[in-house]
């Protein structure tokens, strides 16, 4: 399988990251950027964002046919019922 095309890493997604984190030492994410430790988490933290949005975006509702009994008329008749939602596959998460 391909891996998935995902859209790169914006810097909205590194100040959401910076901010979630919540960091406790430092006070803007330029700071955080100059550690390179902190550096990698807000990276990191700002990829699984970025792929968590993505998935939202590729997502379809899937159904599936039943077979259910008609209380009021006691037929059987088919329905469509939702099942949940599905990416289609899963992306290659190499960053």
Do not use: Y
Not at 41 to 70: G, N, P, S
């Amino acid at each position: 399988m391909a891996p998935a095309d995902l859209p790169p890493v914006t810097d909205a997604h590194r100040a959401a990251a910076f901010e979630s984190l919540a960091f406790r030492c430092c006070a803007t994410l330029a700071e955080a950027l100059a550690d390179p430790v902190r550096a990698r988490v807000v990276e990191a933290r700002a990829h699984a964002m970025r792929t968590a949005e993505w998935k939202r975006t590729q997502a379809t509702h899937t159904t599936t046919l039943v077979r259910r009994i008609d209380p009021t008329s006691g037929q059987w008749c088919t329905q469509r019922a939702p099942t949940g939602w599905t990416t289609g596959h899963t992306p290659n998460l190499v960053f």
